[in-house]
Structure formats: structure tokens, C-alpha cells
């Protein structure tokens, strides 16, 4: 079959966590290389969160770390939110131009990650052109969970083997969707598309990519492969 879509996923694909990241650091009191070490650390010697979600098992890990003196669920509970989100001003440079420029050579786009319910709107305001948006925390299922590949299927209407799956994790993005039948591609950067590249899995990418930006280039070598 052709393939006619890709979906993508959202944090360190779409976009840049160093921001939130380290608005996370600043809330905590800790200086921001700090937490940006101890991140690295976490993300280093964890195959995942048990859960697959993005943020608050490895902000839990992190904290403990680097600020075991306070309680993080009350400090939580005391500012009033529970996670620190991403702006639009946090996307990739290269995150609209990829998208338009797989869309203008045909495919079907779409984003789909494991992001809490305000990524919605960012994401919708953003200008990202796409058909279809799935976010974990409004579907009610997180990655690696093969339920949620399931979405992706059942809101596009296409089989897996026509849909190409773009994501920075070998855990949450790269084994499951080639679990699913679809073909992944790898995005190496951020922590876990850094950390990761090498992991048991990695080889399930069927294309690995730096940037978003070498993509649509590179779109044809999966149709021959």
C-alpha cells in the first residue's frame, strides 16, 4: 500500500523543551544546568516512565535529585497547575515549513503525543497545518500504550502501513508505532532522541533523521523501501 500520511509527534519533534524545561528549573530554584544535567541522567538510565507520559515521572525523578528537600506535589498543589506547558514560541524553526512541505507533496498530515490538555490550543493557534490531532491526556491513553497507535487509525481511517510515524523516543515512538504496522522515523534530538540513538529498537526506524527539516527530502526513500 502507499503511503499517504505522516503523523507526528509533539515534544522535542514539534517542540523545543528547553524552555519549559528550564522554566520547570526556575520554579524549583535550582540553576537551569543543573536540572538540565539531571535530566540527562534520568533520561540516560530509564527505558521510560512506567506510564509513557512525558513530564511528570521524570520531573518527580529530577526533583529528587536536585531538590529532595522539597515536597513537589505540594508545591504543585500550592501554584495552583500541574504541569508547565509549552507557548507557541517553543516550536522547532523547522516544525511549520516540515509540515507544509509534506503536506505539499501530498501526504496527509497529522500530530498525535503525549501532552497534557492545554497543548490542544497551543497547537491549534499555532499555524501547524494538520487534519488530525490527538493529545493523550484528552484521549485518555498515553504512548507506548498500543491503544493509542489504535487511535491514530481509527480517527484517520487509514490502515497503519499507509501511516509514517515521526518521534524523538525509541521507547514511546520508534518501537510501538513499528509494533502498530507503521513505519517510524526517528528525529535525533532533544534528550531522548539523543540519549536513545543507540538503544535497542533504534534499528525499528526505518529512516533517522537529524532535523525535521531533511524530511520531506528523504519521504521518497521510505516509498522505495
Not at 14 to 31: C, F, H, M, N, Q
Not at 186 to 209: F, I
Request: net charge negative; hydrophobic share 45%.
Amino acid at each position: 500500500m502507499p503511503l499517504t500520511a505522516v503523523f507526528f509527534d509533539i515534544g522535542e519533534t514539534l517542540v523545543d523543551e528547553t524552555e519549559p524545561w528550564g522554566r520547570w528549573a526556575d520554579w524549583v530554584g535550582v540553576p537551569r544546568h543543573t536540572f538540565s544535567a539531571a535530566l540527562g541522567a534520568v533520561v540516560a538510565r530509564a527505558t521510560g516512565p512506567p506510564d509513557g507520559s512525558r513530564v511528570m515521572p521524570f520531573l518527580n525523578r529530577i526533583v529528587e535529585l536536585v531538590r529532595p528537600d522539597i515536597d513537589l506535589d505540594a508545591l504543585l498543589r500550592e501554584r495552583g497547575h500541574a504541569e508547565a506547558g509549552f507557548t507557541v514560541d517553543d516550536l522547532y524553526p523547522d516544525a511549520l515549513e516540515t509540515l507544509v512541505a509534506v503536506r505539499e507533496l501530498g501526504y496527509r498530515v497529522g500530530i498525535a503525543g503525549n501532552q497534557p490538555p492545554l497543548a490542544d490550543g497551543v497547537i491549534r493557534a499555532s499555524g501547524l497545518p494538520h487534519e488530525w490531532l490527538l493529545i493523550s491526556a484528552i484521549e485518555k491513553v498515553q504512548k507506548p500504550d498500543p491503544a493509542f497507535f489504535s487511535r491514530i487509525t481509527e480517527v484517520s481511517g487509514l490502515p497503519a502501513s499507509e501511516i509514517i510515524y515521526v518521534g524523538d523516543r525509541v521507547d514511546n515512538d520508534v518501537v510501538p508505532a513499528h509494533q502498530a504496522g507503521m513505519v517510524p522515523v526517528h528525529v535525533r534530538r532533544g534528550p531522548w532522541g539523543t540519549l536513545q540513538a543507540d538503544w535497542p529498537g533504534a534499528e525499528c526506524a526505518a529512516l533517522r533523521v537529524n532535523t525535521l527539516r531533511e524530511l520531506p527530502a528523504r519521504l521518497s526513500e521510505l516509498s522505495l523501501s
